[in-house]
């Protein structure tokens, strides 16, 4: 007996000691933030961690909504704590919760800290017949234990179906331990009880002990417990409203069938594009103005353009004049005194003035141009005042091509008014961004002079080469002879390329017109320049909406400068002196494709660059919008005032022509670039945007908050 007392001893002090030793408040989380919201995912309050509790408080409401916080466990202790992932389960069928660690491992070591993430997931829609007012509560309760007897292994990636409730961590000893010690307590009891010494019991008795001993020492188990509320709202997403209507009886809405480039890089056969034509059902209210919306993407976002001011919460046509930033036609400008100059600016409507922004000073000659180009100039060295100039081309050595501003009334339809380009006499003059200019010139050749079909380039001289077939220059300007050093000569420094009739761009230092074409319309480093009303736009998007740049998508602007083999015309060195140069959407064509990356403007394209995701709409766009078969609604677009898209159309002899929108809402008109019509900036909300209330009437806008 005396061996067994002593055995027991044994057994006791070990236990007494590790379960003294094992203190769970060693076990804490010392940090939980949110790192990351997918969708449209509300954090209702800050979580929580007190007394061995993580408390939640979220709102979702779509399939996909997420959040991922980061978490940190820390562990004060001597041991190792190990993640038992098997304890982080629930049954829900809505909500999937994810843990992940930083290492991909599940242990805890003694004194340290274990970043984890917890990711919160709507994962399945709630059925209508168990929603409340539109609402379904989806709050649970889940167990994260943390123990010291298991190996360190892989932490696979841990998901439950339902969080709900948080409970206080608690020190425990595991089942087996629990069934030892219930087991070895009965045998010592029957033991005294029937004092049944013999020597089977003892074994049995030193044989429990010595399982029991080093289990004892692996019995320390923390439970962190996760209560999550969550409440899931049924939610109206704009693209669906969109969609659902397409399938009313005679619908409104429109589907495009043919090809699109709504992402950089990729045309596809479109499938999911609609264009809304419901006069009583294409009205938003976002970022707190007023929007129309022309048609959902191929990600199924939604383009909307520009619509004024709401007044009493309403977008309605009758809305009177509001003030905007107007611009006058282009003109010459003389600029050579030092002023700043600013890439962008800050505009303000009380007192009429333009702040200028990111600026330097300069005067403009042959040696700075260039870099002054796309800028903007108070024509001061304050960098404010009430008219502002943008600075678009070259002109000479002391004047350039210019926009005037000032604040004043404009249309309710519009930011402003502005020019397209200022400078409109180069093809280059269609970009929405550009690079080189060739500016037009206009002389009758020289008599006599000698007519070439092609020209070479070789150190620093042209010389003109004669029509295949032909062995001898020409003397005529015709459709076989366009380049000609303007003299009796077959060679010289410059070379005039006559594209038009007596229009011509002089070569200095290109190879052939091929590579002047190639430089104003299409080579890697194009779009260079901002242009006039790109400027205009940037700088009303910084001022006024880019807190809502999270809510847009990353679409493509189209500036479709490309051209048919046939289109080119007189700038062919084989085309007809008597056309122009026309186009890709010159005709009255509803082809949602983009040619050329140089082209799809977006704010992830390094080729076609921009600041911020908005743009302008383009022809193709307005024309698909008006025209549904023989059915023509011009009052889809109709503002009563002219205002540019994005889209060219020609150059003519001296020329750059743009659509534009007619007053009547006509959208195959054109005009030049360097007219000042209206500005109404295209954006394109993301997939997912919920509307919270209105009928997208012009009385009750939908709203997107």
Not at 224 to 240: A, G, P, Q, W
């Amino acid at each position: 007996m005396k061996y067994l007392r002593f055995f027991l001893i044994l057994f006791l002090i070990p236990f007494m000691v590790l379960a003294e030793e094992c203190d769970i408040s060693k076990i804490t989380i010392t940090s939980m933030k949110p790192n990351k919201i997918e969708g449209n995912t509300e954090v209702i309050s800050d979580p929580t961690f007190e007394d061995r509790t993580i408390k939640l408080n979220l709102k979702m409401f779509d399939v996909g909504d997420s959040i991922t916080y980061d978490m940190s466990i820390k562990n004060d202790s001597e041991e190792d704590y190990m993640i038992d992932e098997d304890t982080f389960k629930t049954d829900s069928d809505y909500i999937e919760y994810t843990l992940k660690t930083n290492d991909n491992t599940n242990i805890v070591k003694a004194n340290s800290t274990k970043e984890v993430s917890l990711i919160v997931t709507y994962k399945k829609e709630v059925e209508d017949d168990k929603l409340n007012n539109n609402k379904f509560n989806a709050s649970n309760t889940l167990k994260l234990s943390l123990n010291t007897g298991e190996k360190e292994q892989p932490l696979d990636i841990i998901t439950t179906d339902n969080i709900k409730e948080v409970k206080n961590p608690v020190t425990s000893v595991s089942s087996m331990m629990l069934i030892s010690i219930i087991l070895l307590t009965s045998v010592i009891i029957i033991y005294i009880l029937l004092k049944r010494k013999n020597k089977y019991t003892k074994y049995l008795l030193i044989l429990l002990s010595m399982i029991l001993i080093p289990s004892v020492y692996a019995i320390c188990t923390c439970n962190i417990e996760v209560e999550s509320t969550i409440e899931i709202e049924k939610i109206t997403k704009l693209y669906d409203t969109i969609t659902d209507l397409s399938k009313e009886e005679n619908a409104c809405i429109t589907k495009y069938e043919g090809e699109v480039t709504d992402e950089v890089g990729k045309t596809v056969n479109a499938s999911n594009i609609y264009f809304d034509r419901c006069t009583d059902k294409r009205n938003v209210i976002f970022g707190g103005y007023c929007w129309q919306v022309i048609r959902t993407t191929e990600t199924k976002g939604i383009k909307i353009v520009y619509n004024g001011e709401p007044v009493d919460g309403k977008c309605e046509s009758t809305r009177v004049n509001h003030k905007g930033i107007v611009g006058t036609n282009g003109s010459s400008q003389t600029l050579n005194a030092e002023y700043l100059y600013g890439s962008s600016f800050t505009y303000n409507i009380t007192n009429n003035t333009f702040t200028l922004i990111d600026t330097t000073t300069a005067a403009w000659n042959d040696a700075t141009y260039e870099e002054l180009i796309g800028k903007f100039t108070c024509m001061n060295t304050t960098g404010t005042c009430t008219t502002m100039y943008n600075v678009n081309g070259y002109e000479s050595n002391t004047t350039a091509y210019t926009a005037e501003y000032t604040i004043g009334d404009t249309n309710y339809a519009q930011i402003g008014t502005s020019p397209f380009n200022a400078n409109f006499r180069s093809p280059a003059n269609v970009g929405y961004m550009f690079n080189k200019i060739y500016n037009y010139k206009s002389e009758t050749p020289n008599s006599s002079s000698l007519m070439g079909n092609d020209a070479s380039y070789s150190n620093g001289i042209y010389t003109l080469l004669p029509a295949n077939g032909e062995s001898v220059l020409g003397t005529t300007l015709d459709n076989k002879h366009h380049y000609t050093c303007n003299s009796t000569s077959s060679t010289c420094s410059k070379v005039r390329y006559y594209y038009n009739n007596n229009y011509y761009i002089e070569l200095d230092g290109e190879a052939n017109i091929e590579e002047a074409i190639n430089n104003m319309l299409y080579n890697d480093n194009v779009n260079r320049y901002n242009s006039s009303i790109k400027g205009i736009i940037d700088s009303w998007y910084a001022q006024n909406l880019a807190t809502k740049t999270s809510m847009l998508e990353d679409a493509v602007y189209c500036n479709a400068r490309n051209m048919d083999d046939s289109s080119t015309n007189g700038w062919d060195k084989d085309g007809n002196l008597n056309m122009f140069m026309i186009f890709k959407n010159s005709n009255d064509i509803k082809d949602l494709s983009c040619a050329n990356k140089t082209d799809q403007f977006a704010v992830s394209n390094n080729k076609a660059k921009l600041t911020y995701p908005v743009g302008l709409a383009t022809h193709e766009e307005l024309y698909t919008l008006t025209h549904n078969n023989s059915n023509i609604n011009f009052d889809l677009t109709k503002t009563g005032d002219w205002w540019w898209g994005i889209s060219p159309v020609s150059f003519t002899g001296n020329s750059a022509f743009f659509r534009v929108v007619f007053t009547s809402g006509i959208v195959y008109s054109s005009a030049t670039v360097n007219n000042a019509y209206g500005s109404r900036p295209a954006v394109s909300l993301k997939n997912g945007v919920v509307i919270t209330d209105g009928t997208g009437s012009e009385a009750e806008p939908w709203i997107i908050e």
